[in-house]
């Protein structure tokens, strides 16, 4: 409160040397500017936040991917509070503008540079929600939120299970839609590195989506379904620790889940957290594997989830394996285009960004590793070389 006061005591000296009825006139207007430019009604968007970020110096542009491939001012991050500001005080409401508040790759790394500590995407939240009330959201949207929540995944023809009986055990392994549906050996070859250690490991008879991607699209009422499902499903599983492979689903099941009231009640981890605890421990073994590598930071893991070093230290700890890193790297890392479903609300955008990062990488190794099903999918659509997630390195260094 003091340093308040300090702070603006110059103002209260300069207004002090004005005459009486001027100095009330100014103290009243200093009091209620703010509300002229706020919303009358209720929103779910933090106006004010957003207000701030327009209004701002604007550093981040320089690290916006969405910008550089957009090559639009618009795209920046503080052009996208601009319009965000608008669309919220009804002043647009063009699809343009709508469906620029979804060309953003939620990769956080405006945040980076932020003096108020914003990810532009996390503001782009409540705007998102507020379209959606308002019955804006695109036509494209309302199909992705219809598919999660009638086959609880965002992939159509889809599989929600690994087919495998529920059993007692210490550790819950939840896969994800994406392992589940598209990277099945990222989750074959976590279950095996833990069964070859002795770890007793199960799994959920039916796996619903995390919801992030309804969190992500503003469908508030959607996720917190799947939020509640989700994490009475986990607490009746017993298990005190649940490990996932994908880290959106770690940063939502442990974080969005206790924002939104919904906690889960175990610990949750990121495979490379785990195997790192089990390396030293000494149950997990490595073997020696010549193997030159360039490590990709995803940006959840590194920018939401503070997951920087702990994959460093599983790969540093196979000997023979030589990383690399790129220069854009651990919380300064590149988003590989899929981050925020950029790939679905905008696949151009998705394809430039994705083949920005892939050829900062391919300079530097043969063989890209991450920690992301997400990212892996992304590289091995560019890529005419390997794209591999921790868990297979581990393991087949494990098998040497
Ligand atoms: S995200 Fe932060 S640094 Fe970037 S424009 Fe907004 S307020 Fe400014
Ligand atoms: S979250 Fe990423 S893509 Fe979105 S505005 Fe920030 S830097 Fe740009």
Redesign the pocket.
């Known amino acids: 409160m003091l340093e308040e006061f300090k702070k603006y005591f110059w103002i209260a000296k300069a207004i002090s040397r004005l005459a009486l009825s001027t100095q009330k006139e100014v103290v009243v207007r200093f009091l209620t500017a703010k509300k002229k430019y706020l919303p009358d009604g209720k929103t779910k968007a933090h106006v004010d936040d957003i207000l701030k970020c327009a209004l701002c110096p604007n550093m ?1 542009r320089f ?5 550089q491939a957009a090559k639009s001012e618009t ?3 503080a052009g ?1 509070a601009r319009i965000a500001y608008l669309l919220e005080m009804g002043r647009v409401s063009s699809q343009d503008a709508v469906d620029l508040m979804y ?9 980076q540079w932020c003096p108020f500590d914003f ?3 996390d503001l ?1 939240i409540g705007v998102r929600r507020d379209l959606v009330d308002r019955n804006l959201a695109p036509e494209m949207l309302m199909g992705i939120r219809d598919q999660i929540v009638n086959s609880h995944t965002i992939y159509q023809n889809s599989r929600t299970s690994l087919g495998l009986e529920p059993r007692e055990a210490d550790i819950l392994y939840v896969a994800g839609c994406t392992v589940l549906n598209k990277e099945r050996v990222i989750a074959q070859t976590t279950m095996k590195i833990l069964e070859k250690v002795g770890i007793a490991v199960t799994t959920l008879p039916e796996e619903w989506c995390c919801g992030a991607p309804l969190n992500l699209l503003g469908f508030e009422n959607d996720f917190k379904e799947f939020a509640a499902r989700n994490a009475d499903i986990i607490e009746k599983s017993g298990c005190k620790k649940m490990i996932c492979s994908c880290p959106e689903c770690v940063y939502t099941f442990k974080d969005v889940y206790a924002e939104a009231g919904f906690p889960v009640k175990a610990d949750v981890m990121h495979t490379s957290e785990y195997f790192l605890e089990l390396i030293e421990q000494g149950k997990i073994q490595l073997k020696e594997l010549n193997k030159d590598l360039v490590y990709h930071d995803p ?1 959840v893991l590194a920018r939401k989830l503070h997951i920087i070093e702990q994959p460093r230290r599983v790969l540093e700890a196979i000997p023979g394996v030589s990383v690399r890193e790129p220069p854009l790297t651990r919380e300064h890392t590149r ?1 590989c285009g899929i ?2 479903l ?1 790939a679905m609300t905008n696949p151009e955008l998705s394809v430039t960004l994705l083949r920005a990062r892939d050829s900062e990488l391919c300079e530097l190794a043969d063989t890209v590793v991450t920690a992301c099903p997400a990212c892996k999918i992304a590289f091995k659509r560019t890529r005419n070389s390997e794209s591999r997630d921790l868990s297979e390195i581990v393991f087949e260094s494990m098998n040497q």
């Open positions: 981040c690290d916006c991917p969405v910008l795209y920046a991050p996208r060309a953003c790759a939620a990769c956080s790394a405006c945040q990810s532009v995407d782009l940006c988003c981050g925020g950029l």
